[in-house]
């Protein structure tokens, strides 16, 4: 399919692609709104021109899709960072279990936003403790997310 699209377009197989948002800068900085309706409008006069469309019925999609919105909540980003320092640890260590490991609090059945914040960030933090007393220089992986969690902790 890629090369039919390729072929349509003029692009040998061995030419570099043009960079994926060409397009979309393309159509904000030169065309506009309004020329971009205006070439949709005159490729639709050309088709009904050309009898490609009969212009008899009106079609509209409304679709309903699922879309990945999920807000990137600081308790969320605290939850994640967590999950990624634990299980870095564990893979570096082969199987090696974090002692006293706390369980992790779910934030959503907490009402107040300031609340399941300050918890999230006590368990980030008890999760960074307990990790840096048994962590080496022997996983260098789960050190750098221990880094970037403490840098983090301080932005959420």
């Known amino acids: ?31 506009g709104e309004d020329t971009l309706d205006d070439i949709l409008t005159e490729m639709v006069r ?24 999920i807000k990137k909540t600081s308790e969320r980003l605290m ?10 640890y564990e893979k570096e260590t082969i199987g090696g279990q974090i002692k006293d490991l706390p369980q992790v609090p779910n934030y959503e059945e907490i009402k107040d936003h300031r609340e399941a914040k300050a918890v999230m960030k006590t368990y980030l933090e008890k ?15 789960t050190n750098q997310w221990v880094q970037k969690a403490k840098d983090k902790r301080h932005i959420v």
Do not use: W
Not at 61 to 68: E, F, K, Q, R
């Open 1 to 31: 399919m890629n090369l039919a699209f390729m072929y349509f377009l003029g692009i040998d197989p061995e030419d570099t692609l043009p960079d994926k948002s060409l397009l979309s800068k393309f159509r904000k900085h030169r065309l």
């Open 46 to 69: 050309q088709c009904v021109e050309k009898g490609v469309l009969k212009g008899k019925s009106v079609s509209l999609d409304a679709t309903h899709i699922m879309a990945n919105t």
């Open 79 to 88: 939850k994640h960072l967590a999950r990624m320092i634990i299980h870095t």
């Open 127 to 141: 999760v960074i403790e307990l990790v840096e007393a048994q962590i080496t220089e022997h996983e260098p992986l």
